[in-house]
Nanobody
Framework: QVQLVESGGGLVQAGGSLRLSCAASGGTFSNYVMGWFRQAPGKQRDMVATIISGGSTNYEDSVKGRFTISRDNARNMVYLQMNSLKPEDTAVYYC????????????WGQGTQVTVSS
């Protein structure tokens, strides 16, 4: 069972950048699809981006061209580089993992707050 710990959130002005990091431990990292999700107040938790072990990625439409997900399989790390941030990107961001042949993300970090001021 993999454990996940996020870091890197904070307060940034619109147009700025942040880089989130997620450290994974307790599992075989290459066996997991990794993802970033976010949840704004009063809204459901939505997928932001996912990445498989080989590096193929998938993004939610509103972040395409602004956010980049990456992973370092040697260090058991996954990152989310967020550029051109907008106030509507404000949310708690969660790192998540699912086993390659599973359909559900069952392992979650504690979340990190990202606040974008206008």
């Amino acid at each position: 069972q993999v454990q996940l710990v996020e870091s890197g959130g904070g307060l940034v002005q619109a147009g700025g950048s942040l880089r989130l990091s997620c450290a994974a431990s307790g599992g075989t990292f290459s066996n997991y699809v990794m993802g970033w999700f976010r949840q704004a107040p009063g809204k459901q938790r939505d997928m932001v981006a996912t990445i498989i072990s080989g590096g193929s990625t998938n993004y939610e439409d509103s972040v395409k061209g602004r956010f980049t997900i990456s992973r370092d399989n040697a260090r058991n790390m996954v990152y989310l580089q967020m550029n051109s941030l907008k106030p509507e990107d404000t949310a708690v961001y969660y790192c998540a993992a699912r086993v390659v042949f599973s359909t559900a993300f069952r392992n979650w970090g504690q979340g990190t707050q990202v606040t974008v001021s206008s």
